[in-house]
């Protein structure tokens, strides 16, 4: 009888066992934003970009401080100003067993601008390269039309997939699972529109042994949701924790916080579509201004010296963002050190305003979305009571971004919060899509909302972004960042800090890029 | 009957047709799509070509004509995000919701009803007392943050229930439920309590009043004269005449909750068409606003359809031919 129990009882302990030690290698992360598909191709949307770095892989990756490091591809180089040789890894296999090599990069690029439906393709990457040559299975040779100093850069962000999938698969086929392979360290399990994504590691990847077997991200938008399923130990990482929550995670000892700034910057453009009128501007009575106040960089300056950034961020975003002086925060390659964030300065802010022939100020209306940035709405709030200390009737309007968009895009403000990550990580691009004068057939100053225009910025825009030599073309932007700042082309406010949360137990090494990647979570010694 | 169902058929296309060209006009003057679909990093030519692939380069006008052609081979468009049929994107969510309705109507009439009965009985006891300032508080905080709370106190306190999500699902005639399964029913315990907890005090509190005010009928005297146990008038003689009110709101309160499910489905992360139709109209997806919006409208003609049928059913007086009305 002592022996039946016996034997039952190992019976259930070996039973148990491997129970146990699969449930310590599993793990759950809370998202914030919802993965509209498993497709790589079909929609440029850093949520998805984020969690399909799990399936597939680029040429090219980055590493959490934004730096471009080798994943499938081992090396590369210009080897004149129109053509990159790219050499790529051998001994790479797919999730279904075939090998990498040249030919998939070339079936992957090929399907990129073609994927049907797509809402924001993955073209604009890929376009540049006007002539692909094969040399030998793992050495590709790209050829672009104009020096094109972005292409690493630009191709870290296009995901290789098999040529078999990559020549007939659609979107349909990743979203099922079917066609869902790549070479990237976990596989593809399960995928519920709006809920979940599941994931299983990859035990053959190349780059070594992954911390977990299986990886469940769980869709919680709500901020208050993901919060508490951190809490209640449902999951074991969140991203994006709500600022009025940080301060209450940092003291629990339960919980670790993990926050790196980002290479978004929020930011406020002033409308300069007109010499004359600018709208929702005017005099305090009311009465229209003579002329567009915005188009006199003294005025933009008082503008600028009259928000206090330090007290937004430490009161309004818990000290989770950074004030600004560029647009991109001085880690990145072709930041100046020169630009400071310009201080608080209210007297001499109403002194330049005096300066420019507005000696009582003015009144205007702020615009931001609110739904979009963290605390958008209460910067916006913060910046008018700011105003209102020198001199200026500041009004503030706010509304949610499926309207606040359309409207900003078609200059109906004057003066516009926005934000812009840069995902290039370098500052020539986020200058020629900001502030080069509008002009979107040629790509300068696609999003330049303002339609601030500077020859002389252009013209160092446009020299910069021809150069080859990296060092040449660093000093080259920081010139350009330091004329347009020194202009006050647009009003910098902070970078914003991204947070993620961990559960005992649990480290995250934080990203620039916002992506939250199983692979940077480990498992710690409790 | 005939004339009658024919009339009905020709209305609710009419409304249909005034429904969609409202929504479509509605979600234009909104925003344009493309400002939060298309990377903001993106050049011109990618605007342009993804203006072109959702068929949005056209002029308002031949993008609604383009969805009533289709609409009339049962095409409502495919989704600008997911690049699914809008329809299917809904079918697969709505199972959900409704089963989540469901759960919180049950909840709410059999907890509400016995529970304002006794208040209605015992007015002055302590339990009567206890119970309607329960009511109270049901009625007054509202849903948001009554969910959190019961996430703080039983996921994150206690650990009793999941926090999130929706638990193992079954097929039952096809359909996808989780009440059958107990990982099912331990996901679903908290979003139903937390939505039908507002009904609930509304029910209770209808009850309660129609009681007090039968008990002082003749006729529930008279039967208590004639000697009938106190079972027996309660059963037959008050909660027979007072369910037709309740009943009537009852009715019109289940449409109302598969509307307020939507707050309760985002703190809970329940994957529902309500959740579903407010990101939809986050990011402008057009095609399934639209088709979200017919599918209701479709459900609450059926409905009516029905209640009217039903109604000349019971009520012989009431004539659907209408002719002799006139």
């Not at chain 1, 993965?35 to 079909?42: F, G």
């Not at chain 1, 040529?163 to 790549?182: C, L």
């Not at chain 2, 999941?162 to 996808?176: D, F, K, M, S, Y």
């Amino acid at each position: 009888m002592l022996r039946m129990f016996r034997i039952a009882a190992i019976f259930i302990l070996a039973l148990a066992a491997p129970f146990a030690s699969a449930k310590e290698r599993e793990v759950a992360i809370g998202l914030q934003a919802a993965i509209t598909s498993i497709d790589p191709h079909y929609h440029n949307l850093s949520p998805n970009n984020s969690l399909l770095l799990h399936i597939y892989e680029p040429l090219i990756n980055r590493d959490p401080n934004g730096k471009l490091v080798p994943a499938l591809a081992t090396s590369w180089r210009a080897v004149d100003d129109l053509t990159w040789e790219f050499k790529l890894r051998r001994n790479v296999k797919f999730h279904d067993g075939t090998p990498f090599s040249a030919e998939d990069v070339v079936a992957t690029y090929k399907r990129v601008p073609n994927v049907p439906n797509s809402p924001s393709s993955m073209a604009t990457f890929v376009k540049p390269i006007v002539e692909t040559r094969v040399v030998d299975p793992y050495t590709i040779v790209f050829k672009t039309a104009t020096p094109h100093v972005l292409l690493p850069s630009d191709l870290a962000s296009v995901y290789i997939i098999p040529k078999a999938v990559a020549e007939k698969a659609t979107t349909e086929d990743f979203n099922s699972g079917k066609a869902a392979i790549g070479t990237g360290p976990y596989k593809f399990a399960e995928y519920v529109p709006n809920q979940r994504v599941v994931l299983t590691a990859n035990y053959g990847y190349w780059g070594g042994e992954e911390p977990w077997d299986k990886v469940t991200f769980k869709i919680l938008s709500n901020p208050a949701a993901r919060v508490a399923a951190l809490l209640s130990g449902d999951v074991q990482m969140i991203e994006t924790v709500p600022t009025s929550d940080i301060a209450r995670l940092s003291q629990d000892k339960d919980f670790a916080l993990a926050s790196k700034v980002t290479n978004r910057v929020i930011y406020v453009h002033l409308n300069q579509w007109n010499d004359k009128t600018v709208p929702f501007v005017t005099a305090k009575d009311g009465k229209p201004l003579d002329r567009n106040p915005f188009k006199d960089a003294r005025v933009r300056k008082a503008l600028s010296m009259a928000i206090n950034r330090d007290a937004i961020a430490e009161r309004i975003m818990e000290k989770k963002s950074v004030p600004a002086g560029q647009l991109l925060p001085d880690s990145f390659y072709g930041t100046s050190r020169k630009l400071k964030p310009l201080k608080y300065d209210p007297e001499g802010a109403k002194k330049l305003l005096a300066e420019a022939g507005y000696p009582n100020g003015f009144a205007l209306t702020i615009f931001g979305p609110n739904n979009r940035y963290i605390n958008d709405d209460k910067i916006a709030q913060a910046i008018a009571q700011f105003y209102a200390r020198a001199g200026i009737d500041a009004k503030v309007e706010t509304m949610p971004s499926s309207v606040y968009f359309t409207r900003a895009t078609k200059g109906e403000f004057g003066y516009m919060l926005l934000g812009w990550g840069t995902e290039s990580n370098e500052q020539g691009s986020s200058l020629r899509s900001l502030l080069a004068t509008h002009d979107p057939a040629h790509g300068m100053g696609v999003t330049n909302r303002a339609r601030y225009s500077n020859p002389v910025l252009d013209k160092q825009i446009t020299e910069a972004l021809l150069t080859m030599d990296d060092k040449k073309r660093e000093a080259l932007i920081q010139t350009a960042a330091e004329t347009a700042m020194g202009d006050t082309a647009l009003i910098p406010i902070h970078y914003e800090v991204s947070t993620w949360a961990t559960a005992k137990g649990f480290r995250y090494t934080a990203r620039t890029d916002q992506y939250t990647l199983a692979r940077d979570l480990r498992p710690v010694a409790r | 009957m005939l004339a009658f169902t024919i009339r009905r058929l020709g209305q609710s296309v009419f409304v249909l047709a005034v429904m969609s060209l409202l929504v479509f006009a509605g979600v234009y003057a909104i925003g344009n799509p493309l400002e939060l679909l298309v990377n903001p990093q993106a050049d011109e030519v990618e605007r342009l070509r993804a203006a072109a692939a959702l068929g949005l380069d056209k002029p308002i006008v031949e993008q609604y004509a383009a969805f009533v052609a289709n609409a009339f081979s049962g095409d409502l468009g495919r989704s600008f995000v997911y690049n699914v049929p809008a329809i299917r994107l809904i079918l697969d969510k709505l199972p959900a919701t409704l089963e989540l309705a469901a759960a919180a109507m049950v909840l709410a009439i059999t907890l509400g009803i016995p529970l304002g009965l006794i208040a209605g009985l015992r007015p002055h006891s302590w339990i009567g007392r206890t119970i309607m300032a329960g009511s109270i508080v049901g009625f007054s905080l509202p849903t948001f943050w009554v969910g959190l709370v019961l996430i703080m106190v039983f996921s994150v306190q206690l650990g009793w229930l999941p926090p999130n999500g929706r638990g193992e699902t079954v097929l039952l005639a096809g359909i996808p439920v989780s009440f059958l399964t107990l990982d099912g029913l331990r996901h679903l315990a908290m979003p139903a309590l937390n939505l039908a907890l507002f009904k609930l005090s509304l029910l209770v509190r209808l009850t309660r009043a129609g009681t007090r005010e039968a008990l002082m009928q003749d006729y529930v005297k008279f039967a208590r004269a004639k000697g009938l146990g106190p079972g027996r008038v309660i059963g037959v003689h008050v909660l027979k005449n007072i369910l037709i009110p309740i009943v009537t709101v009852i009715g019109l309160e289940l449409g109302s909750v598969i509307a307020f499910a939507i707050v309760t489905e985002s703190i809970f992360a329940w994957p529902g068409s309500g959740k579903l139709l407010i990101d939809s109209i986050n990011q402008l997806d057009r095609p399934v606003i639209v088709a979200y919006l017919m599918v209701t409208v479709t459900i609450f003609i059926v409905i009516n359809f029905a209640v009217d049928l039903l109604y000349s059913f019971l009520d012989p007086r009431v004539r659907l031919g209408g002719a002799a009305a006139h």
